[in-house]
């Protein structure tokens, strides 16, 4: 089992992260003690207290990182997991990662600690109580062999569904696992993908479709290399009869990927984009992604109109939008006033 940095965050450091608020500075301080104390050799007495058993101060068994998307959680993760290495080997992988298992959560916990000192895992979610007990097992395995856990998510542990459906055990878990024993560190501010400049291959049109299409046409036959053409109505049915890790598969194989009139209409079109757009941000040989749309990205699913479940993934798929705006520039395709039609 190999799990390394994407390359996207291969050059990450702590040196390269700009911290833009109080908080992110201080999220910025506890990685760095993190790495520090994990890279500190113990002393003589220590060794000696451990060998005969004796209590100790320990480090907390890892970190919590949290905030809203585009504050550069992943940045510090990538940067926890490169300044460890290659003293620390360090398992890097996506949620998905590991909510795709087949096998028992502590099976698949086990097969780490026997590969990796140090797992980093990428964006937690909370859409799904079956997966949150799968990420509960993993915590608890790595915790018994004493493998620290670096993860990051958009929301706070007592926001996971499990304690919002009542699920008392659980409830009972996050409060002594996650608050107890991880320091939980909040990572606030604005999402710098949408107020810095950040480089972008792709690009998107935001208006009528009389006048996105022939932007998207034109950029069509300007590409070079395979591509593909797809309504969303084609890739919402991609999705659907096509296996995950098999569709993304079919489509790093293109060198440009054109999607006409995104729309969402409910929670399965919002999480079926999510899970391809993470992909194609993660993967090193994404395709060029371009797109139309009637309505901008921030107002395709706003957590501000759902409730309950629908809420969780609509704030889920903020990080989607925010990860669009760092795959593609995203334009009015026609602003009055403004000839330069882009968006901020």
């Given at each position: 089992?190999?799990?390394?940095?994407?390359?996207?965050?291969?050059?990450?450091?702590?040196?390269?992260?700009?911290?833009?608020?109080?908080?992110?500075?201080?999220?910025?301080?506890?990685?760095?003690?993190?790495?520090?104390?994990?890279?500190?050799?113990?002393?003589?007495?220590?060794?000696?207290?451990?060998?005969?058993?004796?209590?100790?101060?320990?480090?907390?068994?890892?970190?919590?990182?949290?905030?809203?998307?585009?504050?550069?959680?992943?940045?510090?993760?990538?940067?926890?997991?490169?300044?460890?290495?290659?003293?620390?080997?360090?398992?890097?992988?996506?949620?998905?990662?590991?909510?795709?298992?087949?096998?028992?959560?502590?099976?698949?916990?086990?097969?780490?600690?026997?590969?990796?000192?140090?797992?980093?895992?990428?964006?937690?979610?909370?859409?799904?109580?079956?997966?949150?007990?799968?990420?509960?097992?993993?915590?608890?395995?790595?915790?018994?062999?004493?493998?620290?856990?670096?993860?990051?998510?958009?929301?706070?542990?007592?926001?996971?569904?499990?304690?919002?459906?009542?699920?008392?055990?659980?409830?009972?878990?996050?409060?002594?696992?996650?608050?107890?024993?991880?320091?939980?560190?909040?990572?606030?501010?604005d999402d710098y993908r949408r107020t810095r400049a950040v480089q972008q291959s792709g690009r998107g049109w935001i208006g009528p479709s009389e006048?996105?299409?022939?932007?998207?046409?034109?950029?069509?036959?300007?590409?070079?290399?395979?591509?593909?053409?797809?309504?969303?109505?084609?890739?919402?049915?991609?999705?659907?009869?096509?296996?995950?890790?098999?569709?993304?598969?079919?489509?790093?194989?293109?060198?440009?990927?054109?999607?006409?009139?995104?729309?969402?209409?409910?929670?399965?079109?919002?999480?079926?984009?999510?899970?391809?757009?993470?992909?194609?941000?993660?993967?090193?040989?994404?395709?060029?992604?371009?797109?139309?749309?009637?309505?901008?990205?921030?107002?395709?699913?706003?957590?501000?109109?759902?409730?309950?479940?629908?809420?969780?993934?609509?704030?889920?798929?903020?990080?989607?939008?925010?990860?669009?705006?760092?795959?593609?520039?995203?334009?009015?395709?026609?602003?009055?006033?403004?000839?330069?039609?882009?968006?901020?």
């Amino acid at each position: 089992m190999t799990l390394t940095l994407p390359e996207r965050f291969r050059d990450a450091t702590f040196e390269s992260y700009e911290p833009q608020t109080p908080s992110q500075a201080e999220a910025l301080r506890v990685a760095r003690a993190f790495v520090a104390e994990l890279r500190r050799t113990p002393s003589w007495a220590e060794r000696l207290r451990a060998l005969l058993g004796a209590a100790d101060e320990r480090l907390p068994q890892g970190l919590y990182l949290v905030g809203p998307a585009g504050t550069g959680k992943t940045h510090l993760l990538a940067a926890t997991c490169n300044a460890l290495m290659p003293e620390r080997a360090c398992a890097f992988l996506h949620s998905s990662t590991l909510f795709r298992q087949t096998e028992p959560p502590d099976a698949f916990a086990h097969r780490l600690a026997d590969q990796y000192a140090v797992c980093c895992l990428d964006e937690v979610e909370i859409d799904d109580p079956a997966n949150e007990m799968r990420l509960a097992g993993v915590m608890k395995t790595l915790a018994d062999r004493s493998v620290p856990l670096v993860a990051t998510s958009n929301v706070e542990p007592e926001q996971y569904l499990s304690t919002q459906l009542g699920d008392g055990r659980m409830q009972r878990f996050l409060r002594r696992e996650v608050r107890e024993e991880y320091r939980v560190v909040g990572v606030r501010g604005d999402d710098y993908r949408r107020t810095r400049a950040v480089q972008q291959s792709g690009r998107g049109w935001i208006g009528p479709s009389e006048a996105t299409r022939p932007s998207m046409l034109q950029a069509e036959a300007d590409a070079s290399g395979p591509s593909r053409w797809w309504s969303f109505d084609d890739l919402r049915r991609a999705t659907t009869e096509t296996a995950h890790t098999d569709l993304i598969s079919d489509l790093v194989a293109l060198d440009y990927l054109f999607v006409e009139n995104v729309a969402i209409a409910n929670t399965d079109d919002a999480f079926r984009l999510l899970r391809v757009v993470d992909a194609l941000y993660l993967h090193d040989e994404a395709p060029t992604l371009y797109f139309t749309a009637e309505q901008p990205p921030g107002e395709w699913f706003d957590p501000e109109q759902h409730a309950g479940i629908a809420r969780a993934v609509a704030e889920k798929f903020d990080r989607t939008v925010s990860r669009l705006h760092a795959l593609c520039e995203v334009h009015w395709a026609v602003r009055e006033g403004d000839s330069s039609g882009q968006m901020q």
